[in-house]
């Protein structure tokens, strides 16, 4: 896309998202060192054995199948987070054309750790006028696109089955596009257009069990609610040596998940509280 007010749009988008998101990169020029998605993700590449390989770092114990679960959960988050922001902020559809995985300093409350995180250089196409005419269905089939090598590469190295993928994938996008909203305050719009992506009639996206859930606590008379987004995959880290169920695994019951969501809200409500 030539137009240089699009381009502008879409800068101050990524701008944003780095600041807010900084395990996230994103450009709209590619480097030098970065690749095509069909080189980096091709059979036998060192970048995915070096991007699964790196899923250690998060437990021990890990299999194949772990890893790959970590690896395409920790891919689709950080690409869906640099795509919701584009596309909420900037009315920008994006479409992956470069990629590198590297490394970088984060930011932690407890001081900076290095980390990994995917760097994306992207092309754009404008929401009005786009082909298809519905810009969600667009957004959809070109994350999909993207995104269907990459689960057959992992499903054929690792075992994972592609419908584990997909569902991981889901939980990803609708958890980046919460995420990006709530910063944004445009929360509702986001999950809105969030759910019109991921739930499309037979969309290997699609999951029944996905979905957006309030929860509400108190803290004396003061009331606090949050929107979590519900799973509909698991990232099997409940396999790893001393794992667990994540707070709104698809696995556990759902009075337990909102039980446990509603600890969580609690404590966020009393460290803002002081």
């Avoid at 772990?66 to 009315?91: D, E, F, M, P, T």
């Avoid at 990803?172 to 992506?197: D, K, N």
Wanted: net charge neutral.
């Amino acid at each position: 896309m030539g137009d240089t007010a699009g381009e502008g749009k879409a800068r101050a988008a990524i701008a944003w998202l780095e600041a807010a998101f900084p395990e996230v990169a994103c450009s709209l020029t590619p480097d030098e060192d970065m690749r095509l998605p069909s080189a980096f993700w091709a059979e036998g590449s060192p970048n995915v054995e070096t991007c699964l390989a790196y899923q250690e770092r998060f437990a021990a114990g890990m299999d194949n199948k772990v890893r790959a679960a970590h690896l395409i959960a920790l891919y689709s988050h950080q690409l869906s987070l640099a795509a919701a922001a584009i596309y909420l902020c900037g009315s920008l559809i994006p479409d992956v054309k470069h990629l590198r995985f590297e490394h970088y300093a984060r930011p932690l409350e407890a001081g900076v750790v290095e980390a990994g995180r995917f760097r994306f250089c992207m092309t754009l196409k404008e929401v009005a006028g786009c082909v298809p005419d519905d810009p969600d269905e667009l957004f959809h089939d070109l994350f999909v696109a993207h995104l269907k090598p990459i689960i057959a590469l992992l499903k054929w190295r690792c075992g994972l089955s592609a419908r584990a993928q997909w569902r991981l994938a889901a939980d990803s996008m609708a958890g980046a596009f919460l995420e990006v909203g709530r910063r944004r305050g445009m929360e509702a719009e986001a999950i809105a257009q969030a759910l019109a992506i991921v739930k499309r009639v037979g969309s290997p996206l699609s999951s029944e069990a996905l979905c957006y859930e309030k929860i509400e606590a108190a803290v004396g008379e003061k009331g606090f609610t949050r929107t979590y987004r519900m799973r509909g995959g698991c990232c099997l880290y409940y396999r790893t040596d001393g794992g667990s169920y994540c707070d709104s695994c698809v696995l556990l019951e759902p009075e337990t998940r909102r039980e446990r969501l509603r600890a969580h809200l609690l404590d966020t409500a009393r460290d803002r509280m002081g």
